[in-house]
């Protein structure tokens, strides 16, 4: 199991990036998938989720209506679009997995991508 995060960069305020989440090892159609982001000297907070079948999105507060979360089944990815950034968007921004092997629940990291919002 395997989790790639690419995508994140510097980005004047007001601007987008788009994040992407790889993943291997399993199929993200079958499992609940999260952004997290990390700042410096700050606690990891969920940013958006993605369930499994059906997909049920939800965002976190801050991320409502600026960031929007998707999967694409054909490549394995989970994407994270996040336009209108604000200062307080810089963080380090984390895919994150759930899903169930042979009855219990597995979670699983990537390395993160960092994002930095700047003028």
């Known amino acids: 199991v395997r989790l790639v995060e690419s995508g994140g960069g510097l980005v004047l305020p007001g601007g987008s990036l788009r994040l992407s989440c790889a993943a291997s090892?399993?199929?993200?159609?079958?499992?609940?998938m999260r952004w997290y982001r990390q700042a410096p000297g700050k606690e990891r907070e969920l940013v958006a989720v993605?369930?499994?079948?059906?997909?049920?999105?939800v965002y976190e507060d801050f991320a409502k209506g600026r960031f929007t979360i998707s999967r694409d089944i054909d490549k394995n990815t989970v994407d994270l679009q996040m336009n209108s950034l604000k200062l307080e968007d810089t963080a380090v921004y984390l895919c994150?997995?759930?899903?169930?092997?042979?009855?219990?629940?597995?979670?699983?990291w990537g390395q993160g991508t960092q994002v930095t919002v700047s003028s």
């Open positions: 994150n997995a759930e899903f169930t092997l042979r009855g219990s629940s597995q979670y699983y």
């Open positions: 090892g399993f199929r993200v159609e079958y499992s609940v």
């Open positions: 993605i369930s499994k079948s059906n997909p049920i999105t």
